[in-house]
């Protein structure tokens, strides 16, 4: 590290570089179509046309070719490309990756800075909620009413995989991607994360699994639900190897950030922040991030055999050929499980984060917090199999798989305790991200309580496969997820643009979104409890009244998220001027100036309490 | 905004929670039951009683939540552009949190009891002559065989008050096999045989939906089955054509 | 941003975006597959009596995927998809079966079910069940049962062995297999259709391709 710093705008753009400096997304698009052809044609001509699976195989040959010409053409692999010949990236070659001097247009270059990385996962997070919601609007339109009137079933069948694949992947960056990038080196005391690179390549690989997944539509024929249910899949068209291949990229783009995360947290943290010192989004962030380190393999292995099946004639899910479809649900709910609480975790230590500076208590029972998460994530290991309890899998470990999944409301209630807690007695600053935070807390009760009668077998069997599940998983993703990523995006917002997210057009978003998630999924509930199955693209008349109201307030949410859009977008360049403290906060990141420079720190702080002492400075001083 | 944390204002905390309590325990009582289907097995009835049971154990948790939400929203908020002074610098509270912990625990192991018990009634066969029914799914129809008797229909018919031991699988995708009127479900596995059992005590009509996900018309894989006396029952079976 | 400068942007977000949304989803509608529904022709001499007749073909050349044969001209296709008949009605229905077969890879399938008498007319001889192991296409009709209300209906088609050619549209075909049962339809509902037969060719169950796309072996029968 060099002792000077020198500042994005001040700082002169460093001269040469060739053609290398001058790659950008729209070199990515062109590398990437360039080989998405020539594999394409490669494929098509030499591969035996005759053989059952060669649409697959020429799919799959496709997807490839995009990925690694994607990679190639946005320049993810010139640095290690030059380490490899022998010719090193210097200083500035380093700096110059890191965007220093670039303007706006380093946002769409392949730029190492963590800040860039970090705003570039806010609209890769705006982009995959936009599209899947999109989707969400189309599958509620289809069942405004009984029978298929606006799209016909196939279609409709497409539209839940791709709805429920883009809005996990939307989930599991909304929080970790933009924060655990934007602050959370900053909030350590660091310059950046461990790999700036690798961090530039999760976020590009995420940019091209998301268009492998959008194009899965166009490609078509998607008989298989979000979860790839196999055999069923086996019979899906090639917009299925599109999709296998899109969550194989994925992977390698969350275990990528996985790494950087924990290795940031472990090596990179400044003087004196000791791990019991750390702000507690931090540990969320960690905690996630090993959760999905753990969990992610198990989502590229079943992809990965799913094509096997599809392109290579393997038979690990073809029943009539020595496999089995269980086999596909352990390995998928193996990940399925663990990966909702790598999209839950963050969320909510973002929310124990703004519920002390909001209310400006320290975090309450900081210990049981950490613990609540870790045990959170130790658990959610060993409940997979509640996802199979009616497929007739093992029934003796019912029991088993009953006591593990219950145990989970024990560290799931300790946030309550955490959160109610640090409000307790405090002085509430009644600012949006506190306003979202009280939505969360309301949401995930129901949550919660929801998830306890589908942990009970013989509950579940009823209301497994319903659209009660449906119901409580939203309530879980929409209502609290969601929430406290808008939380953490109203919170941290002034931070990245200097400007307040606008406080007015946020609460207005605030009541059509929080009104909204009870009018759709209540009536929801309703539905599943009638007796309505999942993945339905019509339904019998007892169903029409609650479909009916569910599908109003799902336009209400789109109502919502929409002004929260014109709100994000009228406030980044317009909004009221919030300084760098706009909170008053004591964690690092609200104590350099906004926006943070390159590399963060002039010098690098030494820390001697954590960033919670609200209340105790007077004592003190 | 200040506080003042005497017993007269905690007394409005506790009421909110009281009511809040009586509220989600009447939900509970009356909503499910009015939603859910006719209950006619005895699984049905159990699931039916263990909604109850969960929901009317969960609306004191759930409402001390939200009570306390809104008792901080009502005494504590604090409006205006300005930041709020800093509040007690209270970070650990060894009672509250010990308590907390043994009450989730306790109520965490009183559902687990109730799971258990449920769960070991629910599997329960009595043993006593059950009435084996083949099922089949096979894109998107379900067909049901009497062994011994050749006798196969696209309706399930079922006599009263008789186990019924249900043999489920599947000709071509996995399928899920759920009678909606009698609360069990099982899936229809390629080159497996599942089985569950039922106990009918309420003559009528009930439905059968597939609630796995299983391809184009996956909405449409539905049929209706019908629960006799024994002796229409049997004079049903006699009627049928015999399929070799 | 003053308070009403924001409820502009509050409305023009809605608006906007709402449009956008409306206008992407009538597109989306419109490009999505929807074929007009065959309507049952009112019998001229008897009451409450119409008719239907359909096709099945080994390719799709001859039906309403188009002269071209659409995107898989090579994939089975039933002439039309979506019905459609009046309410409680006698429909006689024709099908003639242009394609070879198989097996069916459940029996269940071999017997005649729900039609006027529990039989069919294959080629003038009047039957209640057909050989599994010589099967072309099944006609298999089943309702969203509401209140009780249901339908079932199951026909099979044996295959096609006759060597006498015939041209329809673009497709080359052999003399059909002539199939003829009534069914009584009831009060208004949407039901759905489907060939029982693995004529999907690979895959799991022979249910791929042509049996799990819209449009070529399934549709919907509605009784309106």
Known sequence: ?621 | ?244 | MNRSKSLGVALASVLLGGGALALAGFALSSASPHQAALNCIPSQTAAHTCSLSLSTFPDSMAGEQGNNGGVHPDWVSYSNDNLAVPANTTVDVTINQYDSGGSLNNTFFDRVMGTVGGVAIIDGKTVSSVDPTNVGHTFTLRGIPGSGKTLFVSVPLPADSNTKPVNIGQGQYTKPVVVQFSFKTGSKAVYEWNCEFPCGSTREGQFGEAMSAYGYMSGTLTVN
């Open chain 1, 1 to 621: 590290m060099t002792t000077t710093l020198e500042h994005t705008k001040t700082a002169s753009i460093p001269q040469g570089g060739g053609l290398a400096r001058r790659q950008n997304f729209l070199t990515g698009l062109i590398g990437g179509a360039i080989f998405a052809w020539l594999f394409w044609f490669l494929a098509h001509h030499f591969l035996d046309a005759t053989s059952r699976t060669w649409s697959d195989e020429v799919a799959a040959s496709v997807t490839l070719g995009w990925i690694i010409g994607f990679w190639l053409g946005i320049g993810a692999l010139n640095a290690p490309g030059r380490w490899l010949i022998g010719k090193n990236n210097t200083r500035a070659d380093d700096l110059y990756l890191a965007g220093q001097g670039q303007g706006k247009s380093r946002y769409w270059k392949f730029t190492t800075d963590h800040k860039v990385v970090g705003v570039q996962y806010i609209i890769m997070t705006m982009v995959l909620l936009g599209s899947g919601g999109i989707l969400a609007m189309a599958i509620r339109t289809e069942l405004i009413v009984p029978g298929n009137h606006f799209v016909n079933q196939q279609v409709y069948n497409g539209f839940i995989a791709v709805h429920g694949m883009l809005m996990i992947l939307a989930l599991i960056v909304a929080v970790a991607g933009p924060w655990g990038n934007f602050v959370m080196p900053i909030m350590c005391g660091a310059r950046d994360m461990a790999f700036p690179r690798l961090n530039a390549l999760s976020l590009w690989t995420l940019v091209g699994a998301a268009a492998l997944l959008l194009t899965t539509l166009a490609v078509g024929s998607l008989t298989m639900g979000w979860v790839v249910l196999e055999p069923i899949a086996n019979q899906a068209g090639v917009g299925m190897d599109f999709f296998a291949m899109a969550i194989i990229v994925f992977t390698v783009s969350t275990t990528v950030a996985g790494v950087n995360t924990i290795c940031t947290v472990l090596t990179m943290r400044t003087k004196g922040m000791t791990l019991s010192r750390l702000p507690i989004f931090v540990w969320g962030a960690i905690i996630a991030a090993a959760l999905g380190l753990y969990a992610f393999p198990y989502f590229s292995l079943v992809e990965a055999m799913t094509l096997m099946d599809r392109t290579f004639s393997t038979s690990f899910f073809v029943a009539n050929a020595g496999g089995e479809g269980w086999l596909q649900a352990n390995l998928f709910w193996l990940m399925g499980h663990p990966e909702v609480y790598v999209i839950l975790l963050p969320a909510v230590a973002a929310l124990f984060e703004i519920a002390a500076v909001m209310s400006r208590k320290p975090v309450f029972s900081y210990r049981t917090a950490v613990a609540g998460m870790t045990g959170l994530a130790g658990l959610s290991i060993l409940v997979w199999a509640h996802h199979m309890f009616t497929t007739g899998w093992a029934p003796t470990l019912g029991g088993p798989f009953m006591l593990t999944t219950e145990l989970i409301s024990i560290p799931t209630g300790l946030f309550f305790l955490v959160l109610i807690g640090t409000l307790w007695r405090g002085n509430i600053w009644m600012k949006l991200p506190t306003v979202w935070m009280f939505g969360f807390i309301a949401n995930f009760i129901i949550a919660g309580v929801t998830g306890i009668y589908l942990s009970d077998i013989p509950l579940d069997d009823q209301l497994h496969g319903t659209m009660f599940v449906t119901a409580h998983f939203h309530y879980v993703f929409v209502g609290s997820v969601l929430f406290g990523a808008v939380a953490a995006l109203a919170f941290w917002f002034p931070k990245v643009t200097g400007r307040y997210l606008n406080e007015f057009l946020g609460r207005i978003s605030f009541w059509l979104v929080f009104i909204g998630v009870q009018v759709t999924f209540l009536a929801m509930f309703a539905s599943g409890l009638k007796g309505m199955p999942r993945r339905y693209s019509s339904y019998a008349l007892i169903f029409e009244h609650t479909n009916f109201i569910t599908t109003i307030g799902a336009y209400i949410i789109m109502a919502g998220m929409l002004v929260l859009l014109g709100a994000v977008i009228t406030s980044w360049n317009k909004g009221e001027p919030s300084g760098p403290n706009p909170w008053h906060a004591n964690s690092l990141e609200w104590l350099v100036p906004t926006p943070p420079p390159l590399e963060n720190f002039d010098v690098l702080p030494v820390i001697t309490e954590d960033p919670y002492n609200y209340g105790e400075e007077l004592v003190r001083s």
């Open chain 2, 1 to 244: 905004m200040t506080t003042s944390n005497n017993k007269k204002s905690y007394r409005g905390l506790f009421l909110t929670w009281a009511i809040l309590t009586i509220a989600g325990a009447l939900v509970g009582i009356f909503g499910p039951s009015r939603l859910m289907p006719r209950s006619m097995s005895d699984n049905m009835h159990l699931t039916i009683l263990t909604m109850v049971v969960f929901t009317v154990a969960a609306a004191p948790v759930a409402a001390g939540v939200y009570a306390s939400a809104l008792y901080a929203l009502r005494h504590w908020a604090h409006k205006g552009s300005e930041v709020p002074p800093s509040g007690p610098a209270v970070r650990e509270n060894a009672m509250f949190v010990t308590t907390w912990l043994i009450v989730s625990t306790l109520l965490t192991v009183f559902l687990l009891i109730w799971g258990l018990g449920a769960l070991a009634v629910d599997n329960s066969s009595t043993g006593k002559n059950p009435l084996v029914v083949d099922v089949t799914g096979q894109q998107w129809v379900w067909s049901f065989s009497y062994p011994g008797t050749h006798v196969s229909s696209p309706q399930l018919y079922l006599p009263d008050n008789r186990e019924v031991e249900f043999r489920v699988t599947s000709k071509d995708v996995t399928h899920g096999f759920w009678i909606v009127n009698m609360g069990i479900q099982v899936d229809a596995n390629v080159g497996v045989i599942t089985t569950i059992h039922t106990t009918p005590d309420k003559l009528g009509l009930f439905n059968i939906r597939c609630e796995q996900f299983c391809g184009l018309n996956h909405a449409f894989m539905v049929t209706v089955g019908h629960v006799l006396t024994p002796s229409q029952f049997a004079s049903w079976l006699s009627s049928q054509p015999q399929q070799a």
